[in-house]
């Protein structure tokens, strides 16, 4: 619980690292969240809060990829190979995965 509510206390960080766990456990505690308000919409017989939910987890879960990017010492810029089809999604979930490397280094 502790990785997602980091998560949103650096919703709008784009710099340093996440790991393995920190990345995956926030994504695991979205998921259990977006799954709830799936099923409250079901019940109330809205989508109304599964959409304000998705839009605003939109720019912390784009800014915890490219801290997990940093993590393993890639640039956040290769979060854009999801734009090629199919191998952008399977490569950026093979980064993902991988295990944790020297720390990005920023240049200030």
């Known amino acids: 619980m502790t990785q997602y509510i980091n ?17 995956w456990m926030a994504i695991l505690f979205n998921f259990i969240a977006a799954i709830v308000l799936v099923i409250i919409g ?5 989508t109304i809060l599964t959409n304000l ?3 605003a987890v939109l720019i912390p ?5 490219v801290r997990r990017l940093h993590d393993i010492g890639k640039s956040g810029f290769w979060y854009f190979i ?7 999604w399977v490569w950026i ?12 280094q920023t240049e200030e």
Not at 7 to 23: E, H, I, L
Not at 42 to 46: A, D, F, L
Not at 93 to 104: A, D, E, G, V
């Open 7 to 23: 998560m949103w206390k650096n919703a709008f960080n784009f710099k340093g690292t996440a790991t393995r766990s920190d990345y």
């Open 42 to 46: 079901m019940v109330i017989g809205t």
């Open 53 to 55: 939910y998705s839009l």
């Open 61 to 65: 879960g784009i800014a915890i990829v």
């Open 82 to 88: 999801i734009l090629i089809p199919l191998v952008g």
């Open 93 to 104: 979930l093979i980064l993902l995965c991988t295990p944790s490397t020297t720390p990005y």
